[in-house]
């Protein structure tokens, strides 16, 4: 079994169509850790000892929050700084992280047409990831394709319910190794896993 | 008739302090002189008014140095003797060691006998505490280079007074006479060794007393409140010790001196300082006046040029001395002018130690008349030297001077940048973190048993009201840079905060308030940083109740910020209304119609839709009304 970390990061969860779903489709899941940023550090002084035990402890680390403004929320880029430190994640003693699996977990409002070079965005949401593409790869981590839900504006609850069913599925596959993780960094998206029953093992 | 001379002699000195002292700092020459000015015109020499036999007045204003010596005794913690070890100690000693030697030297060439010589050297070898100290810390340069030499240098010489004072009797060739003209002391009928054990006796006496007596009987005092028992109990002590001393015939400088060193731990120390320092000021006053006073203008005359040219030629000895010590302990030569220029001149211990030698006959009568004037004249040769000094000499190096600033500054700087008024609940945590953070307090506290249990705890708390001006100035309060207010009287409070805006403007304020009426108050008087008790600890609690009822903790968080903002926001726009007195009761209650109605209004505007960027429903609008892209 893979050990599954989820850090989610969302400031107004209470306003949340989207991930208030994925949330209570996850809830109580066995074998997933679920780190709630916002709930644990309401005044942003993140525990950098806790966060990186957390790490430690697991294979697959999933940064689950809305794609505001192309990125993750505040509190996301302060795990970042902090948590991630050099000589523990990166450089030449920085070894702690090696051979993880890293990859963000997020929600958009547009549809994924916006997200081309003609579209509304003009850059793919891959592209908008750089900079956590990279600092995986810098913490000797493999970036894992994205999990990425379109479109969040048009949805109804149905669609929205439709949704947080098929992620819980991706990740019950990911804790039962039921996806081969070495494929993961190669696909688009992780949403595709569900579709490759040649992977599943 | 006796009572009304006195009455009439206090009146003759404190008007001729009152007006030549401003008359003296207006014309830029310092209070020192302003007070040898008016010693000298009311004196015998000229008006007359005062000291028939200037010997007397001398006596009675001997007390102001005594006091002095007190207060510079306290000074002396022992954590700074031991830093300042080297300067007192190499500076101090060889000042006293080399001026002594050349002064004893250049009077055996010109006949006196061996011994006399030795006292004399010794005699004058000494600088005067008062004039010096007094002076430096009117110009401002006791925190510079020369400024803490002198402070060392002085100090030694103070301590060295005691082992003259044993060495003179020894110096004495001459059988001594029971003594006619001084008072009888306890020392006198006994054999050498009995006088040992008496003065030891004494000393052992003001260590224990000062140790074991003073802060009990303080803390009694304490408990009372009744401040001026206070001022009793300190001048009660000075004047027990100058007494003790009188009557084992030691000098009762110097026993203040030892009694003040007893006391530099206490807790007590701000209280008693603030206690004695403006008697202290009034009596030194008086001392100066007395030192004007006693020049013997018709000695002078006679041998004008002998006195002057002995008065320039000790001067120059010691100045010289003192130069080549400055060197080669490194003061750069601006700061090694000053320290010679302040030091030259001789101390008011000179009259002591004279009026002893002549008593145990070590000087000849004529001598000791001549050697009064020659030091008196070169008391009153000190400020003007100091004059001379900032006006011609300081102004050459004023660029060397301002790059030297900084390392001097920081040599003996025990004045902390932070001054925290009332330890209490309140205090108490503030003044813990900012020590937890290497920042270093002093911590004034009003309720005497807390400043034990606090001293118990190893926490140093100085006793004393921060609502006096004196004691502020005690506490560092020129030097700092924060002083936190933090009593639990609001009355309190505000008298410190009146305080600190008048006379030390520089200092930031943090004051506590406890009612909204306080924090108005505190906002009329000027003050910006106001911390209204329990109301972050309030917020807090609410806080965790939101979260309890299944509120985000980040929701909640943000919350409790945007009610503190507003309620800020409500409190300054109040303040403003409630300026009309008459409608007080009017504009409370508008106060809570209004308070009421922002809290109303916080829950639907503010509270919902913070977080306006975060997931708005507007936009979801605008979406569903396109095409898909």
């Given amino acids: 079994m893979a050990r599954v970390l989820i850090n989610f990061a969302h400031p107004a969860l209470e306003k949340s ?47 689950q929050h809305p794609f505001y403004w192309y990125s993750a929320p505040a509190i996301v880029k302060q795990w970042l700084d902090l948590v991630l430190e050099h000589g523990w994640a990166y450089g030449h003693t920085g070894k702690a992280l090696k051979g993880k699996y890293f990859t963000n977990i997020i929600s958009a409002g547009g549809a994924e047409s916006g997200y081309h070079k003609e579209g509304k965005h003009q850059y793919s949401v891959h592209q908008f990831l750089i900079p956590f593409t990279q600092t995986a790869v810098l913490c000797n981590m493999h970036y894992a394709a994205p999990y990425v839900i379109y479109g969040v504006h048009r949805m109804d609850i149905a669609d929205i319910r439709e949704e947080a069913k098929r992620y819980r599925q991706t990740l019950e596959m990911l804790r039962d190794d039921k996806i081969d993780l070495s494929v993961l960094p190669q696909l688009t998206y992780m949403n595709e896993a569900l579709q490759l029953p040649s992977q599943t093992q | 008739m006796n009572q009304h001379s006195l009455l009439f002699q206090s009146m003759v000195y404190l008007a001729a302090a009152i007006v030549f002292v401003p008359l003296a700092k207006k014309m830029g020459l310092g209070a020192v002189l302003g007070y040898l000015i008016a010693g000298v015109i009311i004196g015998p020499s000229l008006l007359g008014f005062i000291g028939k036999e200037g010997e007397d007045i001398m006596h009675f204003a001997e007390f102001g140095v005594v006091m002095m010596l007190f207060l ?29 030697a050349a002064i004893a030297g250049l009077a055996y060439l010109l006949g006196q006998p061996f011994n006399a010589s030795l006292a004399l050297g010794m005699i004058l070898s000494l600088s005067s505490t008062a004039i010096v100290l007094q002076t430096l ?95 009793a109990m300190a001048l009660l002590m000075v004047v027990a010790i100058a007494v003790l001393m009188n009557l084992v015939g030691l000098s009762s400088a110097l026993g203040a001196f030892l009694g003040g060193v007893v006391l530099a731990n206490s807790e007590y120390r701000h209280e008693l300082e603030s206690d004695i320092e403006p008697f202290k000021g009034l009596l030194l006053g008086l001392f100066f006046i007395a030192v004007g006073a006693s020049i013997d203008f018709s000695l002078i005359l006679q041998e004008p040029l002998l006195i002057f040219g002995l008065v320039i030629g000790l001067m120059l000895v010691k100045a010289i001395v003192l130069l ?31 009026s002893f030698s002549s008593q145990v006959r070590l000087l000849d009568e004529k001598l000791t008349a001549m050697l009064t004037a020659i030091v008196a004249i070169s008391m009153a040769l000190t400020p003007l030297i100091m004059l001379l000094y900032e006006k011609v000499v300081q102004p050459k190096f004023t660029r060397q001077a301002s790059d030297k600033e900084e ?37 004034l506290d009003l309720d005497s048993d807390r400043v034990d249990a606090l001293h118990n705890l190893g926490i140093k708390v100085y006793y004393g009201d921060a609502s006096r001006y004196d004691l502020l100035v005690a506490a560092g309060a020129n030097d700092a840079k924060l002083l936190i207010v933090a009593t639990d009287s609001f009355d309190q409070t505000r008298q410190i905060v009146e305080l600190a805006r008048k006379y030390f403007p520089h200092l930031q304020l943090l004051v506590r308030a406890q009612q909204v009426e306080d924090t108005f108050d505190l906002m009329d008087l000027g003050v910006l940083h106001i911390y209204r008790e329990t109301v972050d600890t309030s917020l807090r609690m609410g806080v ?72 708005a429903e507007s936009i979801r609008d605008e979406v569903r009304g396109e095409p898909e892209a």
């Fill in chain 2, 137 to 231: 810390n009117e110009k401002g340069w006791m925190s510079t280079a020369a400024g803490q030499s002198s402070f060392s240098v002085l100090l030694f010489q103070d301590i060295a007074v005691i082992p003259m004072l044993a060495i003179f009797p020894l110096l004495a060739t001459q059988v001594v006479a029971a003594p006619e003209l001084h008072e009888h002391t306890l020392r006198d009928d006994l054999p050498a060794w009995g006088q040992t054990l008496v003065v030891l006796g004494a000393v052992a006496a003001i260590i224990i007393a000062g140790r074991y007596l003073v802060n009990p009987l303080m803390r009694i005092i304490a408990r009372t409140r009744v401040r001026e028992l206070f001022t």
């Fill in chain 2, 324 to 354: 080549i010590l400055g060197r080669i302990f490194k003061l750069s030569t601006d700061q090694n002018l000053l320290f010679a220029f302040a030091l030259a001149d001789i101390g008011e211990f000179a009259f002591v130690l004279l």
């Fill in chain 2, 72 to 100: 510079i005794g306290m000074e002396l913690e022992p954590t700074l003797l031991w830093r300042l070890r080297t300067s007192i100690l190499g500076l101090g000693g060889l000042q006293v060691l080399g001026s002594a």
């Fill in chain 2, 544 to 615: 965790d109740a939101l979260r309890m009822l299944g509120a985000r903790a980040y929701h909640s968080e943000r919350a409790a910020r945007t009610f503190f903002r507003q309620d800020e926001q409500t409190l300054k726009s109040l303040s403003a209304l409630r300026d009309d007195k008459k409608q007080y009761v009017n504009s409370m209650k508008e106060r809570i119609e209004e308070m009421e109605k922002l809290i109303s209004s916080d829950r639907i505007k503010t509270w919902l839709d913070e977080g306006q960027g975060w997931d």
């Fill in chain 1, 17 to 63: 169509r989207m991930h208030a779903q994925l949330l209570t489709a996850i809830k109580g899941m066995p074998g997933i850790t679920f780190n709630d940023l916002y709930e644990q550090y309401p005044e942003m002084d993140i525990n950098i000892n806790r966060e990186q035990q957390l790490l430690e402890k697991h294979d697959i680390i999933l940064m």
């Fill in chain 2, 407 to 443: 390392r001097s500054s920081d040599e003996i700087n025990e004045k902390n940048p932070v001054i925290i008024a009332g330890f209490g609940r309140f205090g108490s945590m503030t003044g813990r973190f900012i020590r937890a953070n290497g920042i270093k307090c002093t911590i």
